[in-house]
DNA sequence: GCCGAACTTGACCATTTGGTCAGATCATCG
DNA sequence: CGATGATCTGACCAAATGGTCAAGTTCGGC
């Protein structure tokens, strides 16, 4: 009920009222470009919130290790993001918009082999570069979805549908082995966030202290060239 | 000091100390083959603790809730193991013992597509039967191994580098196409434990609420054939 | 330079939770 | 039986942790 808490998170989603207030609200949020300090503050804790839930999950994460991280006191943090959890939701979209659209590159008009190849690339390279954004996923997923268990049966669950529509007609055109379309998502969604999930047990079995380029140039080859030859049909050896 | 704690499972690997007391201990860890009580409390608290450490993860889960899942009082629960951490580390180790040795099926004298067909069957079978222990297992090293990370640098990286051997071995023969050998292991075990680690997002995608063996039967031939396809060197098409 | 709103923060609190303990009970063996 | 050690357990405690709050300070528009 205090100033902070009815003031807080100026969205566009929020209970249309009287006109006048809706357009103070909407100079406002113009104005400053959202509140550069709340854009700023926000930006760090969840970069530090998603550090620290990858590390120690949810349950284990504590705000005060996520304050210290974002180098602000802990009461800032609440301020900003009212629970734990709201704070954990939204290190969750950020992860979802960057899992969302790679699926894209599949579309009937496309050569599987590109469209493959690219989509392990990226996927790869998320792995590389957000390993934390990968983990917190994993997390989430791992401990039963309990905060994503709608976005999966949903979003996703249709998304996969629509992309399995691609796979099949591609096996129409006899590109592809007949294969389970969902299946081989799963195929391609565990060979390519295992770099990132697993990467201490990756690290050990190579004996790395880190993942270099290299690593990830290799992983890259292998990925493909397995999921390549096991899934296209073998261009035909022209009749002798 | 008090007397459980110094009484507390007696274990052949305790302190040698005076002849009639080491043949005091002897003479009762055979007597009741190790504490009938013992044996049947450990297990149900093992058990209540795996399942409770794959839905919660360490910092999660509640040694309350896994002496309430065992039906034993929390203090009782202290009484077989000492700490949150011990028990974790019991349960660990029985999930080891299952990973441990499917990969003695790789071996130099094989055909490759029995062996590979023969784990991928097996992790699989992993996978469905005893998902919490993958869960678990996930879960440690999703977090960084705190406690597995001496584990991963001996015992497995030795294990990868013998089984390397044995791939190098089949690729020198051209049985299978020259791929990094450790990285085939990981794409292995990615996808196999990935249907016990991501359920919840298989089964949002199925559309299923839980995973039926039809299922795994056909995540079993999906995987095979793409594994197989993907790393054999196809039989020669016979000169025409 | 003033005003209201946005932001900051140290101090505080209720709850949860791992772990302890002392005393009661039970099993077994001579 | 009776003794001895194993097992059991309710009551308890200290530390950690998520969250609150009231009293500030700063900011942006006028």
Same mark, same amino acid.
């Not at 807080?8 to 929020?14: A, G, V, W, Y």
């Not at 592809?176 to 294969?179: H, K, Q, W």
């Given at each position: 009920m205090s100033r902070q808490r009815t003031a807080?998170?100026?969205?566009?989603? +929020?209970n249309k009222s009287s006109g006048t207030q809706r357009l103070e609200a909407l100079r406002k949020f113009n104005a400053n470009t959202r509140g550069a300090i709340r854009e700023s503050n926000e930006m760090r804790l969840l970069q530090a919130a998603e550090t620290v839930f990858a590390a120690r999950g949810f349950s284990g994460a504590t705000t005060a290790e996520i304050a210290t991280r974002a180098k602000l006191p802990k009461a800032n943090l609440h301020y900003y993001f009212r629970t734990k959890a709201e704070l954990y939701r939204a290190v969750l979209a950020n992860v979802l918009e960057l899992w969302? @659209?790679?699926? @894209? +590159?599949?579309?009937?008009?496309?050569e599987p082999t590109e469209a493959i190849a690219e989509y392990v690339a990226a996927k790869l390279n998320w792995s590389r570069k957000r390993p934390n954004a990968s983990k917190v996923f994993a997390n989430e997923v791992l401990h039963g979805a309990p905060f994503l268990k709608a976005y999966l049966s949903n979003d996703l669950r249709r998304r996969v549908e629509d992309k399995s529509e691609v796979v099949r007609h591609w096996i129409a055109q006899g590109k592809?082995?007949?294969?389970d379309p969902k299946h081989f998502f799963f195929q391609l969604w565990a060979v390519t966030q295992h770099y990132a999930d697993f990467d201490v047990q990756v690290r050990a079995v190579l004996g790395r202290g880190r993942l270099t380029d290299q690593d990830f140039a290799t992983a890259a080859e292998n990925i493909t060239a397995l999921i390549l030859h096991g899934c296209l049909v073998p261009a035909r050896t022209r009749p002798a």
């Open positions: 807080q998170k100026p969205s566009i989603t +929020r969302l @659209d790679e699926l @894209d +590159r599949f579309t009937s008009d496309r592809m082995r007949p294969l």
